[in-house]
Structures are given as C-alpha cells and as structure tokens.
C-alpha cells in the first residue's frame, strides 16, 4: 500500500474499481470495490494522485476522498477517452486510462463543486424541468382543444380562454374531454406555482452573494443567469482569458483549419449547455431593444447591419460571457463603454 503514488477510480453505483500505480508507472493493484468500502480503502493510503471521470457523483466523492488528505483531480470523459487501451470498455480499462490521463501535464481538469454550488445549480435543474414541464401541458392541452374545434390566439391572453373553456361546465367541451382536460390544467398551475417558489429562493441567493450581485451589473443578465455563472464557474482565474471562458462554453466557432487555411463553421456547442442557452436567451432580448434604441449598444447596432439576426445574437452571448469573467476574475462592476467615454 505504501508503494502507490497515483489511482486512477472509476465511479459507479455500487461497484468501483481502482487501478493503483507506483512511482516508476508500475501497477501495483488491481480490484473492485463496493460503496461502503471506498473511503475505508482510501483512509489507510497514504497521500496521494487520484483521478476520477467527471460526472453526477464525481464531485461527492472527490470532497470525500480529498478530505482524507489527498490529491483529487476530475477529468472530462471524453478527454479519458484516449487513453482506453485495446478498444475495450470496461471497468477495468476506463480505471487504468483515468490513471493515465491524470499523470499528463496537459491535462485540463474539472474543478470540484462545493456543496452550496450543488445546491443552486439543483434550483435551475429543477426549475427548468418544470418550465418544459408547463410547456408540454401548455402545447397538450391547446392540441386536444383544438381537435374539438376551440382555437385561440398565441400567447398568454389566449391560453386564458383556452382555460376559462376549460373551467366552464356550461361550455362545449363533452364532460370526459372536460375531465382530462382539467387535469391537464391542474398540473400546468401547479408547475407555475412550484416554479414562482424556486424563483424566489433563486434570487434570495443571488442578493446574498456579492458575485452574483456584480454579474447582474450586466446588461441584459439577470438573477436568473448570474446565480447560473457565478455557480457554474466557481474561480473564474482557472481560465487565463474572457476568450477561454467563452470557448469553454462552446460560444466560439468551430474550426476545420489546414494547410495554412482558416475553415470555421458553427459554434462548438461544449461545455453547459444551460449557461449557454440563457446566455443567448439575454443576447437575444438586445435585439428588440436594439432596433428602437441604437445607442444602448452602438456595437451591436452595427453587427446587426453585416450578420444575421441569430448569428449577431451569439456573438452577442460570446461578448457577455467574456464580460461576465472580466468581473469575476478581476472583481468591480460593469461599466457602460459611453459613460467611461465620458
């Protein structure tokens, strides 16, 4: 036991498995561990190099072990993915590639959430299954009205008098579709109330934290996708630039590039893919705005005259997103480019 230097762990619910290697590279152990072994296992080592595959247990388990006294580094699968050797998959070869990958010195890891950030990303996973929730009742229930005839305007005012059909026993709706449909209706007001309740513990978190507070400064951002960054990224000084950030989000082209030759495509689409999405929601609310008042981004008006509308959007989320860890990396609020003018 004394002789292991790095361990490279594969996570699973009641199974895992741990390849153990020595200081020359040697393995030194092979085997399988079930759950309530695992932190006996790891008590009785001395301190050491551990890697794990990022994923929905990942960072409970690295607190744990780490708290033990050693070295836990997270690592994306996909970048573990290299180094499985002889095309298998198992438990045995994702352990003995995980310890590997852990060992390179360009390895990029993934930092590792603390309770509190678990907790407040859980508030926005939880409210946005209930949002797609509201919508899928909303969309049912406009669908199986409209196959008896009852049709009404898009928006809020029309699915008003969607429910009030809904809610009227005089109406002319049979009393079977009635009952369904009632139901249906029941489980989109409850989702409504469950999601303003979230919203309201989302943003007493917010006023409560400082970078949460500094984030919003910015235009277009709210509690909403504040609380969402300030959780997501932890320390925004793991990132060297606002350009990295914002590649790690997968707001930057994709590139196809050789020979010398510049090919970019479409965005990469890594990283969150909900900070991403509410980025791009607050870019695109600029684009209303923007056509009545230019001056309140004079660089936005003109990309809109050279790019489409989506595309100036997501160039929009990119600038956010640098601006965003501007402010957490190096502190102070947002200030508006005319007023440093001035």
């Known amino acids: 036991m004394d002789k292991i230097n790095t361990i490279g762990l594969d996570l699973a619910k009641s199974v895992f498995q741990v390849h153990c290697l020595g200081e020359n590279g040697e393995v030194v152990l092979r085997r399988q561990l079930r759950r309530a072994e695992v932190l006996k296992f790891f008590s009785k080592l001395p301190p050491c190099l551990i890697g794990m595959e990022a994923c929905a247990s990942s960072h409970y388990w690295a607190r744990e072990i780490a708290a033990l006294g050693h070295r836990v580094r997270l690592i994306a699968p996909t970048r573990v993915k290299a180094y499985v050797k002889w095309g298998k998959k198992n438990d045995a070869t994702d352990a003995a590639a995980i310890a590997e990958a852990v060992t390179r010195p360009s390895m990029q890891f993934v930092p590792i959430k603390t309770v509190e950030q678990q ?12 949002v797609e929730q509201r919508t899928r009742l909303r969309n049912a229930i406009r669908a199986h009205m409209a196959e008896m005839g009852i049709i009404a305007a898009q928006g809020e005012a029309g699915f008003t008098t969607i429910l009030t059909s809904v809610d009227d026993e005089d109406g002319l709706l049979p009393p079977m579709a009635r009952q369904a449909l009632a139901a249906l209706a029941g489980q989109w007001r409850t989702a409504g109330e469950q999601i303003a309740a979230l919203d309201r513990q989302i943003v007493e978190w917010h006023k409560s934290n400082d970078d949460s507070r500094r984030v919003a400064s910015i235009p277009q951002i709210g509690a909403i996708t504040a609380s969402t960054l300030v959780a997501t990224i932890g320390d925004a000084t793991r990132f060297d630039s606002g350009r990295q950030f914002a590649a790690w989000l997968g707001l930057v082209p994709r590139q196809n590039s050789s020979g010398g030759k510049d090919r970019l495509g479409g965005i990469t689409k890594t990283g969150d893919r909900y900070v991403r999405q509410l980025l791009v929601i607050a870019a695109t609310g600029m684009l209303r705005r923007i056509r009545k008042d230019e001056t309140l981004s004079p660089w936005f008006a003109q990309l809109l005259k050279r790019k489409p ?13 640098r601006i965003a860890w501007a402010i957490l990396a190096k502190g102070g609020l947002y200030k508006s480019p005319a007023i440093e003018v001035a």
């Open 309 to 321: 509308p989506k595309q100036a959007a997501v160039a929009l989320a990119n600038k956010l997103a």
């Open 119 to 130: 907790a407040v990303l859980m508030l926005h996973r939880a409210r946005k299954l209930l």
